[in-house]
């Protein structure tokens, strides 16, 4: 089955404590990015990648990091996660940056 | 800047009750405009995607149309299963064809 996988699903962390989010695709997809979704402002790119060693920022990177060492695999970390980084994460890929993106089930962050 | 605005932020619809969803956008070139539904606590689900002012797509009790500054998802004799968030989007022309996403509306349909 065609499928954005994402790990874990559901996270209490505490401040300051490094943490990594997993995402795997299996559809050979070149364009991977991640999301978050808050109420009120809609889903917002976090980062985003062309190809393997290929990244860049999207509209809110401050606190991020992201790499593209594989095709299938792009994992989102906080190295330093603060409150206000408390949402809902979703990694997502496509084909290519012009074709339909398909979306993970989505990663709940809570940083206390 | 792109923006995408969705209208209305909730609608309440009673099982059998045909209604519109609107999304208004402005975007430097329009390379697609996109429909998702998203379930509470889920990823979003592809619905659609249209290209140019005059393009319908349909899929069961949905119809998606487009014009040059907005997009209709129609729902005819909705179900409550259909109830859920539903997510416009647009692609636009630039380098690495960035996508926006509007806050959605979220569709509540009562039996």
């Known amino acids: 089955e065609a499928q954005v996988t994402q790990n874990p699903r559901y996270l209490i962390t505490v401040t300051g404590k490094k943490l990594t989010v997993t995402c795997s695709q299996n559809m050979n997809h070149e364009y991977m990015s991640w999301y978050r979704q808050d109420p009120g402002l809609g889903l917002r790119q976090i980062y985003y990648s062309m190809n393997v060693e290929v990244t860049d920022k999207g509209d809110v990177p401050e606190g991020y990091k992201v790499s593209r060492k594989e095709k299938r695999n792009f994992p989102l970390i906080l190295e330093s996660p603060s409150p206000n980084q408390t949402s809902l994460y979703f990694c997502a890929s496509s084909l290519g940056a012009g074709n339909t993106i398909y979306f993970g089930e989505g990663s709940w962050l809570t940083v206390v | 800047e792109d923006q995408v605005t969705q209208s209305p932020e909730a609608l309440r619809l009673q099982e059998g009750e045909s209604s519109s969803l609107n999304c208004s956008y402005t975007?430097?070139?329009?390379?697609?405009l996109f429909w998702y539904r998203q379930d509470p606590g889920k990823g979003p689900e592809f619905l659609f995607t249209?290209?140019?002012a005059g393009e319908e797509k349909e899929k069961e009790r949905l119809k998606a149309t487009l014009t040059k500054k907005e997009s209709f998802l129609h729902i005819t004799a909705p179900k409550p299963e259909d109830s859920a968030t539903y997510l416009c989007a647009v692609r636009d022309s630039g380098g690495y064809q960035k996508v926006t996403f509007g806050i959605g509306t979220k569709l509540q349909v009562i039996p």
């Open positions: 975007v430097s070139g329009l390379r697609g």
């Open positions: 249209l290209y140019s």
